[in-house]
């Protein structure tokens, strides 16, 4: 689900990508290949494997070459090999798939959360495809957090479900949502691979007009990292969200954690009364 937002936001992850992978070097002169000459040769070795993403040359999900070919073709051992891999993913240009090795990075999705249109209709109507699961649904009592996040009664009855999103084939997030299960009754006979936020407003009259929302980084736990395939305590970033309908009663509270190199967010800020002079 996604909602306005009144404050700026813009958040662009990191991640990667590769293919044919050759140790040609570039040819340079002058104080560039000074200044090459002194850089540690896994920075050489990164730029190298950057560029070849960034023109292409290495295409979406192609294998990036092993710790042991980067060795043998740039005449660096394989501890330094692996620190220029790992600094390629930590630009968010490569990803990583346990023993299968390392994978250039897709497309980041963008999410622009101050929309009030769904996320899953707004890529199902471009180039990118965005697949649902169903994890899990069951019905839970609110805790603290939910009465207060909410605003109803500790203990009410809730509907949770929890959703993997993929795109284009790949985990790119995991969503676990709670709504007031009095409000919507028989949510669960209808189908959840859906946009939710088009569902409660077709089904249920209810429409989304405002939330708050928050982004922060954490550890996946160790189902996160299973369903997103990465490693559990791997860093993803978590957006928590609240949304409200047009009297602003809260019905909705939801979770979503990304994986870092498929996720790139914006929002337009709103400007009230008149501008300082410049």
Same mark, same amino acid.
Not at 147 to 167: N, S
Not at 189 to 210: I, M, P, V
Not at 250 to 260: H, K, S, T, V
């Given at each position: 689900?996604?909602?306005?937002? /009144?404050?700026?936001?813009?958040?662009?992850?990191?991640?990667? &990508?590769?293919?044919?992978?050759?140790?040609?070097?570039?040819?340079?002169?002058?104080?560039?290949?000074?200044?090459?000459?002194?850089?540690?040769? =896994?920075?050489?070795?990164?730029?190298?494997? &950057?560029?070849?993403? &960034?023109?292409?040359?290495? *295409?979406?999900? *192609? $294998?990036?070459?092993?710790?042991?070919?980067?060795?043998?073709? =740039?005449?660096?051992?394989?501890?330094?090999?692996? #620190?220029?891999? @790992?600094?390629?993913?930590?630009?968010?240009?490569?990803?990583? $798939?346990?023993?299968?090795?390392?994978?250039?990075?897709?497309? #980041?999705?963008?999410?622009?959360?101050?929309?009030?249109?769904?996320? %899953?209709?707004?890529?199902?109507? !471009?180039?990118?495809? /965005?697949?649902?699961?169903?994890?899990?649904?069951?019905?839970?009592?609110?805790?603290?957090?939910?009465?207060?996040?909410?605003?109803?009664? #500790?203990?009410?009855? /809730?509907?949770?479900?929890?959703?993997? =999103? +993929?795109?284009?084939?790949?985990?790119?997030? @995991?969503?676990?949502?709670?709504?007031?299960?009095?409000?919507?009754?028989?949510?669960?006979?209808?189908? /959840?691979?859906?946009?939710? %936020?088009?569902?409660?407003?077709?089904?249920?009259?209810?429409?989304?007009?405002?939330?708050? @929302?928050?982004?922060?980084?954490?550890?996946?736990?160790?189902?996160?990292?299973?369903?997103? !395939? +990465?490693?559990?305590?791997?860093?993803? @970033?978590? +957006?928590?969200?609240?949304?409200?309908?047009?009297?602003? #009663?809260?019905?909705?509270?939801?979770?979503?954690?990304?994986? !870092?190199?498929?996720?790139? =967010?914006?929002?337009? *800020?709103?400007?009230? !009364?008149?501008?300082?002079?410049?």
């Amino acid at each position: 689900m996604e909602f306005s937002l /009144l404050h700026s936001l813009v958040y662009t992850s990191t991640c990667c &990508r590769p293919t044919n992978f050759c140790a040609r070097q570039a040819d340079m002169s002058g104080p560039e290949a000074n200044d090459q000459e002194k850089r540690p040769a =896994f920075l050489k070795v990164a730029s190298h494997i &950057r560029n070849q993403i &960034r023109s292409g040359e290495l *295409a979406e999900h *192609a $294998a990036l070459p092993s710790e042991r070919t980067i060795g043998e073709r =740039f005449g660096i051992s394989r501890m330094t090999a692996r #620190r220029a891999l @790992i600094a390629v993913e930590m630009e968010g240009l490569a990803y990583s $798939a346990g023993r299968r090795g390392r994978f250039v990075s897709p497309k #980041r999705l963008t999410y622009d959360i101050s929309r009030t249109v769904s996320l %899953t209709a707004d890529v199902d109507g !471009g180039s990118q495809e /965005l697949e649902v699961e169903v994890l899990a649904k069951k019905t839970v009592q609110a805790d603290g957090l939910l009465a207060e996040k909410l605003r109803i009664d #500790r203990d009410e009855a /809730l509907f949770e479900y929890t959703r993997l =999103f +993929l795109l284009n084939g790949l985990p790119a997030f @995991i969503e676990v949502e709670y709504v007031v299960a009095k409000w919507f009754p028989g949510l669960f006979n209808h189908d /959840l691979q859906q946009s939710t %936020t088009l569902l409660l407003e077709r089904a249920y009259g209810t429409q989304s007009c405002s939330g708050d @929302i928050t982004i922060r980084m954490r550890a996946l736990q160790e189902d996160e990292a299973r369903h997103l !395939g +990465l490693p559990t305590y791997h860093a993803g @970033i978590e +957006l928590e969200q609240v949304i409200c309908d047009a009297t602003e #009663r809260p019905f909705c509270y939801g979770r979503q954690i990304w994986r !870092g190199e498929l996720a790139k =967010f914006t929002a337009r *800020a709103l400007v009230r !009364g008149e501008r300082p002079g410049l």
